[in-house]
Nanobody, 126 residues
Framework: QVQLVESGGGLVQAGGSLRLSCAASGRTFSSYAMGWFRQAPGKEREFVAVISWSGGNTHYADSVKGRFTISRDNAKNTVYLQMNSLKPEDTAVYYC???????????????????WGQGTQVTVSS
């Protein structure tokens, strides 16, 4: 079992940056792949980015590639999402999630992760 708490959301102007953090409980954080997802009002939750257990492999949605960077610090049980060049269409509630499956990329694309945080709001004004 792992519990996840996101932080770092807020209001930012278009073109600005934010860094989201997700702190995980438990001693097995390094055995979980971690993902970021988002859900805008009236839309389905969508995949944003995922990172492997060691941090050596990452995968991004096309909509954020080149602007967002996912990283993790296993010593601090924390995963990050650095968001640059933000656009109004990035406005959403952002969730982090954890999964232990070897098929963590495929499960991320299907949004089938085992553990989820409560989300943090990101609002980008034009």
């Amino acid at each position: 079992q792992v519990q996840l708490v996101e932080s770092g959301g807020g209001l930012v102007q278009a073109g600005g940056s934010l860094r989201l953090s997700c702190a995980a409980s438990g001693r097995t954080f390094s055995s979980y792949a971690m993902g970021w997802f988002r859900q805008a009002p009236g839309k389905e939750r969508e995949f944003v980015a995922v990172i492997s257990w060691s941090g050596g492999n990452t995968h991004y949605a096309d909509s954020v590639k080149g602007r967002f960077t996912i990283s993790r610090d296993n010593a601090k049980n924390t995963v990050y999402l650095q968001m640059n060049s933000l656009k109004p269409e990035d406005t959403a509630v952002y969730y982090c999630a954890a999964d232990r499956s070897p098929w963590y990329v495929e499960r991320a694309l299907r949004k089938e992760y085992d553990y989820w945080g409560q989300g943090t709001q990101v609002t980008v004004s034009s």
